[in-house]
């Protein structure tokens, strides 16, 4: 089981991120596997379970506000288990004492084909639920892809003069994006360590595909909030070759065209 908080929601495609505590890859979830008392915000704090995919992705397999519905059912699962173990044993003994009769062996088969209908009804439910999930993922970032191409490019002159404050040059005009760039150049140091330089993993599908650890992300601090806010900067490339921005938590991106 672990634990962390609601990063990034899509209500309509019915999808989000969880950033993890004390880790810095964040989880897929969709909300097929939602059990929550109240409705899904970014920021909420969850508890969940989860695996990775055959693309070695982390996807969450039970998310809840409750530790304890997560370990209650876990708790529940072993007890159906131990029931299920006793009757059969019972029902191994009363096979014994009655020499295992043609009526008993009548009302086992109906028993055991009853069981399979319904574990077989069962496994094809959670296929059909998980199939939805993929498709509705898969679709999401194709039509996303479609339109990656299209996204204009925002020219930025490298010409400025140095800031007296910090001593970078001035790139942009927004002195916070700006001195993300000069710390990217010079490699840090970043204000959030375990964060800036990891992995983008472009999920969303707003970015052209490439193989994955090509790009990274970096914090571009937010005046007036005291949190990591919902701007970043993700490059492309070791070292860097192509930047995007993105003021709005990876819901669109612009091109900087940086010399």
Same mark, same amino acid.
């Given at each position: ?19 993890? $505590? ?33 693309? +070695? ?18 708790? #529940? ?14 029902? $191994?003994? /009363?096979?014994?004492?009655? +020499?295992?009769? /043609?009526?008993?062996?009548? +009302?086992?088969?109906? +028993? ?14 959670? #296929?059909?639920?998980?199939?939805? /999930? @993929?498709? @509705? ?14 996204? !204009? ?6 010409? /400025? ?10 790139? =942009? ?8 760039? @000069? ?19 472009? %999920?969303?599908?707003?970015? !052209? ?6 790009? %990274? ?21 070791? !070292? ?5 921005? =993105?003021?709005?938590?990876? $819901? #669109?991106? %612009? ?5």
């Amino acid at each position: 089981m672990q634990s962390g908080k609601i990063k990034h929601w899509n209500a309509d495609k019915g999808y989000g991120f969880i950033e993890v $505590d004390n880790q810095s890859e964040d989880v897929f979830f969709h909300i097929s596997t939602v059990r929550l008392s109240q409705p899904i915000s970014e920021g909420q704090r969850v508890y969940f379970n989860s695996q990775r995919n055959e693309k +070695n992705q982390l996807r969450a397999t039970e998310v809840t506000s409750n530790e304890l519905s997560i370990l209650e059912t876990s708790v #529940s699962n072993s007890a159906s288990n131990s029931t299920s173990n006793s009757a059969h044993r019972n029902l $191994d003994n /009363a096979q014994q004492k009655n +020499n295992r009769n /043609a009526q008993q062996k009548n +009302n086992r088969y109906k +028993n055991t084909r009853g069981s399979q209908n319904k574990k077989n009804g069962f496994s094809t439910l959670l #296929s059909f639920i998980a199939l939805i /999930a @993929v498709a @509705v993922y898969f679709f999401g970032d194709l039509k996303s892809s479609l339109f990656t191409d299209s996204t !204009p490019a925002t020219s930025i002159s490298q010409t /400025a003069s140095k800031t007296s404050s910090s001593g970078s040059a001035a790139i =942009t005009g927004d002195a916070q994006i700006d001195q993300t760039l @000069v710390l990217i150049k010079q490699g840090g140091p970043f204000p959030y360590p375990n964060k800036d330089g990891t992995t983008f993993y472009n %999920r969303e599908g707003k970015l !052209p595909a490439q193989s994955q650890g090509y790009y %990274r992300e970096y914090t571009v601090p937010t005046p007036g909030v005291s949190h990591r806010g919902a701007r970043r900067i993700v490059t492309g490339g070791h !070292p860097p070759t192509i930047y995007y921005l =993105t003021v709005d938590h990876y $819901d #669109s991106f %612009r091109q900087l065209q940086v010399n």
